[in-house]
C-alpha cells in the first residue's frame, strides 16, 4: 500500500500510542516492531521530506543510485539484525574494499600484508611482517596505538609509516584531531591487520540492499498503524514541562497539542536542540557531499579511495561498486569534513567523542531520566559512534522491552 504520510495538523493525538522521532534505523525499527507485535498506532516525526535517515539513496540525474549522507555499506555478526533487515528487501553481496591512494600509490586499507609490501618492498616487508606475526600472531588485528607502544626498532619502523601514511592527515581533516587527540576507539576501527584479506571488515554478513535503502524503509514503515510526518520537527510540535524552572531540573512531561503524552517517546534526533541547546551545543563534525558524474563505465578501482596524504576531502566514493548498478556513466562523491556550527544548514554527523564530551552529553540525558516513557536511542541520541548493525540490534532490544510493557 506505501508510506501513510500525514499532515501533523491532521494528527488525533488521542489516536496515537507510540511516538517516535526520526525515521533512520532506530526510529523506523522500533516504529515496525511497535505496529507489528504490540498492535500500537505508531506516529513517526521526521523533519527531512524523506525517510531512512542517513542511509537514504536515490538516483541523480545520470540516473545513478546514489547516497545522499555519506556512503553505507552494511556488515554485521549480528544475526538477528542482519535477519531483520532481510525482511524487507533482497540483498546483493557486496564486500566493501578501500584504497589509500599515497602519492598516486594504492595502498590497501586497513593496511595489511600487501599493503606492506607495496610500501617497504617484498624482502623488507617479508622480515617485517614476520617479526609483526612473531609479536601479535598471524591473522591479527592491530590498533595503530597497539602498533605505536611498541620498542623494537622494526616495529616502530612500521608503527611510524602507517601512522604517518594512514592515520595522521586523514584523521586531521576528518576530526580536526590527531590521532593522539581523538578518542583510541575511533582509530581502532581500522586496525592494521596482518593478513592478505584486503576487505574492509570481516564480518560474517556483509551486503547492499538491491534496490537501495530508501525501498528497504518504505517497506519497514508501510504499515497500517504507523503515519510519518515529514518535514516536521519535534521541537515545534513538543511542549516540554520541567520539573522546575532550575536550569537542570529533569523533564516532568511531554506536551502535544496541551495534553501530555502518555505512551513510549522514542527519540532519535540530537539530544541537545531537543532542549534548544541550554548547556550550549554539543560537538560534532559535519560533512559536505560533492559529486561528479562522469562519462565513463568506472573512475576507481574499488568503492572507495581514502586520500591519507594528499587532498583537502578524506574520501571518494564510487557508488556503482557498492551497488552493482551498470551504466555507461558513473557517480563519484567526494566527502569534506568540517566542524558543525550552523544547525541551519549542516547535519551533525559523527560525535566527538571525549570525556569532557561525554560528561557534557550526560548533563542533557540527565534532563530525561525521570521520564520513563521517553527513549533516546541512535547514534545521535546517544552521543555515540553506532554503525548501522549496532542501531538495529539496540533498537531490536527497546522493541523487546517496550512490547513486554
Ligand atoms: P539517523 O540515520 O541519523 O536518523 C535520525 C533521523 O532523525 C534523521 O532522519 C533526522 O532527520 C531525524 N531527526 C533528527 N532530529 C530530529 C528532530 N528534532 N525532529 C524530527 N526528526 C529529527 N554505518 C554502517 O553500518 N556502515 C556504513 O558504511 C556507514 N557509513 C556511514 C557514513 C557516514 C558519512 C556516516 C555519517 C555514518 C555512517 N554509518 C555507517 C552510520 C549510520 O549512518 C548510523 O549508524 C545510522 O544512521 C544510525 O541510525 P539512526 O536512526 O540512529 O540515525
Ligand atoms: N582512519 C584513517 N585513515 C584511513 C581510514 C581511517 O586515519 O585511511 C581513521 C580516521 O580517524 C577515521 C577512523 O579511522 O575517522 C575511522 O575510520 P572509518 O573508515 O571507520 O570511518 P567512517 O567510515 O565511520 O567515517
Redesign the pocket.
Known amino acids: 500500500m506505501g508510506v501513510r504520510y500525514v499532515d501533523f495538523k491532521d494528527v488525533e493525538i488521542a489516536q496515537v500510542d507510540a511516538l517516535v522521532v526520526g525515521s533512520g534505523f532506530a526510529g523506523s525499527v522500533v516504529a515496525r516492531e511497535l505496529a507489528e507485535r504490540a498492535d500500537k498506532r505508531v506516529l513517526v516525526i521526521e523533519k527531512r521530506a524523506h525517510v531512512g535517515g542517513n542511509m537514504y539513496d536515490e538516483t541523480d540525474e545520470a540516473g545513478i543510485l546514489v547516497h545522499r549522507y555519506g556512503p553505507h555499506i552494511f556488515h554485521t555478526n549480528d544475526k538477528r539484525a542482519f535477519d531483520y533487515v532481510r525482511r524487507f528487501t533482497e540483498w546483493r553481496d557486496y564486500s566493501h574494499k578501500v584504497l589509500?591512494d599515497w602519492y598516486g600509490t594504492y595502498l590497501p586499507?586497513p593496511f595489511n600484508k600487501t599493503s606492506m609490501e607495496i610500501a617497504f618492498g617484498d624482502e623488507r616487508a617479508a622480515c617485517l611482517t614476520e617479526k609483526l606475526v612473531q609479536t601479535f600472531g598471524d591473522e591479527r588485528k592491530v590498533t595503530i596505538n597497539e602498533l605505536r607502544a611498541q620498542e623494537d626498532p622494526e616495529l616502530t619502523e612500521v608503527a611510524d609509516f602507517v601512522y604517518r601514511n594512514?592515520?595522521l592527515y586523514?584523521?586531521q581533516k576528518?576530526?580536526g584531531l590527531t590521532?593522539e587527540e581523538?578518542d583510541p576507539s575511533?582509530?581502532a576501527?581500522?586496525p592494521v591487520f596482518l593478513s592478505r584479506d584486503d576487505r574492509y571488515f570481516q564480518d560474517a554478513y556483509q551486503g547492499m540492499p538491491a534496490e537501495g535503502y530508501t525501498p528497504l524503509f518504505e517497506r519497514m514503515l508501510d504499515h497500517e498503524n504507523i503515519s510519518v510526518c515529514l518535514n516536521t520537527e519535534a521541537e515545534s510540535v513538543f511542549d516540554l514541562e520541567f520539573e522546575s524552572d532550575d536550569e537542570d531540573a529533569p523533564l516532568a512531561e511531554i506536551c502535544l497539542n496541551d495534553t501530555a503524552f502518555e505512551g513510549p517517546i522514542v527519540y532519535t534526533g540530537p539530544l541537545d536542540e531537543l532542549f534548544l541547546s541550554r548547556f550550549g551545543r554539543l560537538p560534532y563534525r559535519s560533512l559536505d557531499f560533492v559529486y561528479e558524474t562522469h562519462d565513463v563505465d568506472y573512475k576507481l578501482p574499488c568503492g572507495t579511495v581514502?586520500f591519507?596524504v594528499t587532498e583537502d576531502y578524506t574520501r571518494i566514493t564510487e557508488f556503482k561498486h557498492l551497488t552493482g548498478q551498470t551504466s555507461a556513466k558513473t557517480t563519484i562523491m567526494k566527502e569534506y569534513s568540517h566542524p558543525y556550527e550552523d544547525p541551519k544548514r549542516q547535519t551533525p554527523y559523527y560525535a566527538i567523542l571525549s570525556e569532557q564530551n561525554n560528561a557534557h552529553y550526560e548533563r542533557y540525558r540527565a534532563l530525561t531520566s525521570s521520564l520513563p516513557n521517553f527513549h533516546p536511542l541512535g547514534r545521535l541520541a546517544e552521543y555515540r559512534y553506532y554503525n548501522m548493525d549496532v542501531i538495529i540490534g539496540r533498537a531490536l532490544a527497546l522493541a523487546d522491552q517496550l512490547v513486554e510493557d
Do not use: L
Open positions: 589509500a586499507v594512514v592515520f586523514y584523521t576528518q576530526w590521532p581523538v575511533v582509530t576501527r581500522v581514502n591519507t
